[in-house]
């Protein structure tokens, strides 16, 4: 391994726009040390570049019906190489006004499909997973390697293809000689299990992050999210309804085991608020709900999957959910115990940025050959190198 400079390009569940970092990434003490390399991580630059509105909407709506022509679908693909190339490019100027060169690009795209359970089709069993945004187009543009497709190698491998942040939290926080939970509450909430060890011994979705409070707070308020939790903080939680929604099947399966707007998308909020008009809750009782709804799950998840093998005292946050007041406390007295809830920023690590953080690492260690899956953590059957070269 050498130093490079590493573009991360990611595009979330919100599908506002690309994430966009650099990061100077350098080996430390040789090749690493056990599964996972030891590396120096500075970050150069880092923007978030919105998509057009015209092309978010048409976006968010592909996505959330869940079905697309052959056309959209192959021409999405190539519009959303394009997309990152910009994307790509506004960064890769900023970083040349310092002085820097952009040498690798670890480009996520952006997900259409996950379905990395095992199914029927059309007479052969198989799963899958798909991200969009023609790697192709994006080397084109920006001459430079592009590593990209990460999820499909693990699925390949019987994995769930996610969560890929656990690779990520064992090179960061794998150092710290404590047990530890990563959290990121994103549109759907993730967990990282680091053990004493350091090792990452178990990564899963809990369920819905921010979807079903933000849906809920565009419905009822028209704004685009529940600032501070403010309006949660108003209402009250309907509990029945609260249990009533925590007996979808998902949230019994035991890890590992991924999700997303296919199971918590538009047609699931839309379904729950039907039953809030049908019970008579009112909008902010709806949200505190909600935001409860996240809180409950991701607790509830640690105390039946995870506290049996390590006990964790310590979580770290990120994610927009890490922002919203009335969820952090909701989520402390749910967990139980003397719980300690520290951001990103604490460790020096830019929450906002920390998945185009991810694919950079994951950019960076397939290019030099570096298994950087963690089957404890996706279920696949062995250690892969993650994403496909372009160069």
């Not at 890929?164 to 909430?189: P, Q, R, T, W, Y």
């Not at 350091?198 to 999210?225: C, E, Q, W």
């Not at 590992?256 to 909008?283: H, M, N, S, V």
């Amino acid at each position: 391994m050498k130093t490079l400079n590493v573009l991360g390009l990611n595009s979330g569940t919100s599908m506002d726009g690309v994430d966009a970092a650099i990061f100077k990434i350098s080996p430390l003490n040789g090749e690493g040390s056990g599964d996972f390399p030891r590396l120096k991580i500075q970050p150069l630059a880092s923007d978030l570049v919105p998509f057009d509105p015209l092309f978010q909407r048409k976006l968010a709506a592909l996505v959330g019906r869940g079905h697309a022509t052959l056309d959209e679908i192959c021409l999405l693909n190539t519009a959303l190489g394009h997309v990152f190339a910009k994307s790509a490019q506004v960064l890769m100027h900023k970083a040349k006004k310092l002085g820097e060169e952009v040498q690798l690009i670890g480009s996520h795209g952006q997900t259409i499909w996950h379905h990395p359970a095992q199914s029927d089709f059309w007479g052969v069993r198989t799963s899958g997973t798909l991200q969009l945004g023609d790697a192709a187009v994006l080397q084109a543009i920006c001459k430079v390697p592009v590593v990209s497709d990460f999820r499909a190698n693990d699925v390949a491998y019987g994995g769930q293809g996610a969560p890929l942040v656990s690779f990520a939290d064992e090179v960061l926080f794998g150092h710290m000689g404590k047990a530890l939970g990563v959290l990121n509450i994103g549109g759907i909430a993730n967990l990282t299990v680091i053990n004493e060890d350091g090792r990452a011994i178990m990564a899963y979705d809990t369920g819905p992050g921010n979807m079903i409070m933000d849906h809920f707070t565009s419905v009822f308020f028209d704004k685009a999210l529940d600032e501070d939790g403010k309006i949660a903080a108003s209402g009250k939680v309907d509990e029945d309804w609260l249990e009533s929604i925590l007996k979808h099947p998902y949230f019994q399966v035991s890890p590992p085991k991924t999700t997303g707007r296919e199971d918590f998308g538009l047609k699931f909020a839309d379904i729950l608020l039907e039953e809030a008009k049908q019970r008579g809750i009112q909008p902010k009782d709806a949200i505190a709900t909600a935001t409860a709804l996240t809180a409950t799950s991701i607790a509830r998840s640690y105390l039946g999957f995870v506290r049996r093998r390590v006990e964790i005292q310590t979580v770290i946050i990120g994610g927009g959910g890490g922002q919203n007041k009335t969820l952090m406390q909701f989520l402390k007295k749910e967990w139980g115990g003397n719980v300690e809830l520290l951001p990103h920023e604490h460790f020096g690590i830019s929450t906002k940025f920390k998945e185009a953080l991810l694919f950079a690492l994951l950019a960076y260690t397939t290019y030099f050959g570096i298994p950087n899956n963690v089957p404890e953590c996706t279920g696949a059957s062995r250690r892969v190198c993650l994403g496909k070269i372009i160069q």
